[in-house]
């Protein structure tokens, strides 16, 4: 079964605005790791961003977890982001707040206004980010203000908080490209392992090709807003390659 | 992975973790506590009434609706109350032009960096301190009292307030220049009121001049209440109108301050991005 | 040294240009002066009673009045100035509730409704700051009575202008990543604002509301002119009874309070950040 299916999706910031996204396709299945490459300016982020509807889409059709995305109202959307744990190219953490209360905050969608207010979490949500935080290898800084850490360990951060979720698709904006390479590389497998543990398929818009060849099964090519490769890994080839790339200006 | 697989895979006396923790929780309720109860002992040891505190803005609109409406603008487009506010517009000249020459020696002399001797640093930062510190109405009450009634004593009292006002900004403004051309000078042998002509002003002019229209913004606004106080002015009428009951008057008034008011501030903010702009 | 090469045409274009400059400057500053004497001639020549001040001796007679110090009144300040002390305080606080709904309809990228609530939130920051702190207090004094009530609420509606601006800014001026994530994570509006905004603003609006308090603490002193307690009515009554050493004590007191919320607001702040 597909976890997400996107068909002749299509974005423009503003009625005169250049469109970004000019009717993609694609699917997601259950156990994809699946790469989106391409050029900056591609609109790989805005791909990522329609999904949950971050960014909203102006044509097209999105089927995610079952539910057509476009014709939620805010109640369902929201219903349905807490379902999706989405990790961020700048970790994007609320950095005045402790690790633990970051980590805490991927329950938001499941938490009523009075305990937000008073940041009462169950005791069954502390225990999660307890185990979440040891498995991402940072039970030394729970109490740490999340802009203490450095990259590496705020993105741990990051990841932690998308799994409180419980996701059932995982959305990764650039997870690494705010990262030195020996450190995006420990993530990526840090994030991989914990798909394949948790049975989590995944959406990775990245930058570096060799991340993607190592890390994913299957490779989607973008170009200047349209689809330019589809298919497995291994049958990506040189000249796939360049012709995403074409464009860019090195 | 469900809630009990998790909590099975956490160790019985494994990590556990408590948004409170003591002292720091204890410190952060306590100083909350004492603040609060401070708050409530102030509104008992004030007399005030909570219910006419939470009535307040909704008797607000009841008092203006019945007896501040409709205003009487016809009283303030006569001749002479126009030609007051001519009056106040000229006093807010005076006062922040006064000021802020006076402003810049004291500024000078109160900036940590460049002062030109240890003693004047007190001068300087007293000098600023207590213009700051006294009300400018307090100003105009003691310069009634020595000057008599009249504009002279409401200029007087703006001068006052505008050299607390913008001596302190100048000070701030001064203490953050760069100090590289500072160093230069003293280093060829400067004299300190050299280095601050050649090394300070250059840096700190268009600041300056926003500041001294910023000044000159903020001291219409003292300049509108002086005369009540005696400092002659629109607020002369207002008073005259309080006292009298004149309510409708008194509505007009308050309308006209306002207006000229957004006026000054209008202009202020447009000359002061125009300056900015001409840098 | 090696003798320079200058074009002497181009020293007579530079002298030129200065001359020019030179007589720029000269005429603003001519403009400037006579729009001062035009100003000095219109209110204080045609306004003052030269002969009621009495020259210098006079002035100097007046202003000697007030170097004394009426010791007695001492017991009779502590009273005014905790008053004045707390009124400063609440009117603060109460300020800050005021300029909540305020700083929310008034920052663009989260008012509820850009075309009407969003004018209305920016014109009462600036009809609260337009409107000086004297005229707020009379105006509450006519709409609940005598007290410290009317002084509260006029430091309250004046402190509303500055602190909304402020808060409005520091929200208009968030990074909207942390946004963005509890957005992602299914956050309600409600959520959004707590989780996303507020930890960003919070330290803003804090130092800010603490600049206010030690401004207000000035404000509070004269509130008592017009009828609302505190230091300002002692000063009153002994300008009116004419014991200039007793204004003089109270000045002091003024001076000490405000020394000390410097003090406070100083550590405050440094606390703060």
Redesign the interface.
Known sequence: MNVLEVSDLKVRYSAKGPEILKGIDFEVKDDDFLAIIGPSGAGKSTLIRAV?R?VEPTGGRITLLGEDVRNLNPRQL???????G?I?Q????????SV?DNVL???????G?LR??F?AFPQ?D??????YL?RVGL?DH??KRADELSGGQRQRVGIA?ALM??PKLL?LDEPTSALDPKISREVMHLIRDIALE?KVPALCNIHDVQLAKEFCNRIIGMQDGIKKFDGATETLRDADLEEIYAMEVL | MTEQAITAKLPSNGPTWSRYRYPESLYRFGTLLVVVLFLGYSLHFLNVDIAKLIGALGRLVGVVSDRYYPPDLEYVLDRGYLAAILDTLQMSFLGSFAGVCLAVPLAWFSAGNVTPHRVMFPVGRLGVISCRAIHETIWTILFVSVLGFGMLAGVSALTMFCIGFAGKLFADEIEAIDMGPVEAMQSAGANPLQVFLFAVVPQVRVAFTGIAIYTWDVAFRAATVVGFFGGGGMGWYLKRNVQQLENLRVAAIILSIIAMVLIAEFLSGYLRSAVNRAK | MASLDVNPAAISLQADLRRRRFTKMGLIWLAVLLFIGWCVSGTIIADTDWSRIGGRSGVLASIGRYLTLDIGLFPELIIPTLETFMMACVGTVLGCFFSLPVAWLGAANVTPSKTILYPIGRFLMVLSRSVHEIVWALIFVSAVGLGALPGILAIAMRSVGFISKITAEAIENIDAKPVEAIRAVGGNQFQVMYYGILPQIYPVVLATVIFEWDINIRRSAVMGLVGAGGLGLLFFRQMNSFNYGGVSMVILAILLLIVLGEVISHYLRKAVI
């Open positions: 949950n971050l929201r219903g349905l982001r807490r379902n999706v989405m961020f700048e970790f994007n953490l609320i950095n005045r707040m633990m905050s991927g329950r938001l969608g499941y938490t206004n937000s207010l940041r069954s502390v225990n999660q980010a307890l185990y040891d039970s729970i109490n908080r979720q419980r959305l948790l």
